[in-house]
């Protein structure tokens, strides 16, 4: 069974540009949620998808966006890219909404310069 | 307000013994879930014990037990026969029921283990 798959890995982008993230859940998982992690804030929760539909967000800007598609992937896209923006993305699949194991990708290590 | 706390930033443990990392959280919801997560150098978060709330009895998974107080809203892990392989960062994480997967992450505990 494939795990979870985000990609990129890695990405550096200039201050002002915009990024998507794309993130791959195990087949059959319908949740996908996304954390951001960096040393002086942690891991920090952005939002969670559910069946194409966005179950709950966390305390990020608008410049934070995500979506689901039919087949639950998922992206996340962050505009106006800004230097604090640089971190660890990871996303999280899991069967249902509220309590089952929460399986992790290896996450997308963005640069902003 | 949900918050998990750990309040070791390190840890170290001799190869094959014994080390308990600690864990304390709040959280004003009934139904919830209890994790401990390992993130190696290689990034990706790994389950390594799930307990739920209205269970008494303390989760277990081979070297990994957890020692759950509720009352005293604890939740403490320990891996016994320590290996090589355990050394990682490790996160204590809280998960409502009502809430989806909005996970709340401690800070990590870095453990090393000695050869």
């Known amino acids: 069974k494939a795990g979870v798959t985000q990609t990129p890995r890695y990405l550096i982008k200039t201050r002002g540009q915009q990024v998507t993230l794309s993130c791959s859940p195990i087949?059959?998982?319908?949740?996908v949620s996304w954390y951001q992690q960096t040393p002086g804030q942690g891991l920090q929760f952005l939002f969670e998808?559910?069946?194409?539909?966005?179950?709950n967000k966390g305390n990020f800007p608008g410049r934070f966006s995500g979506r689901q598609f039919s087949n639950s992937r998922s992206e996340m896209n962050v505009s106006t890219l800004e230097l604090g923006d640089s971190a660890l993305y990871l996303c999280?699949?899991?069967?249902?909404?509220?309590?089952?194991?929460?399986?992790f990708g290896q996450g997308t290590r963005l640069t902003v310069v | 307000a949900q918050t998990v706390t750990q309040s070791q930033p390190e840890m170290s443990v001799q190869e094959a013994e014994t080390v308990t990392l600690s864990c304390t959280y709040d959280t004003s919801e009934s139904d919830y879930y209890l994790f401990w997560y390992k993130q190696p150098p290689s990034r990706q978060m790994i389950l390594v014990i799930r307990?739920?709330?209205?269970?008494?009895q303390n989760a277990t998974e081979n070297r990994f037990s957890v020692n759950f107080q509720k009352a005293a809203k604890s939740f403490s892990l320990k891996i016994s026969d320590s290996q090589l392989g355990d050394a990682a960062m490790y996160f204590c994480a809280l998960l409502n029921a009502n809430t989806g997967n909005q996970f709340y992450f401690g800070t990590g505990t870095s453990l090393t283990v000695i050869p």
């Open positions: 998808y559910f069946s194409e539909t966005q179950r």
């Open positions: 307990q739920e709330a209205y269970k008494q």
């Open positions: 087949s059959g998982h319908r949740s």
């Open positions: 999280a699949s899991s069967l249902y909404s509220g309590g089952g194991e929460a399986f």
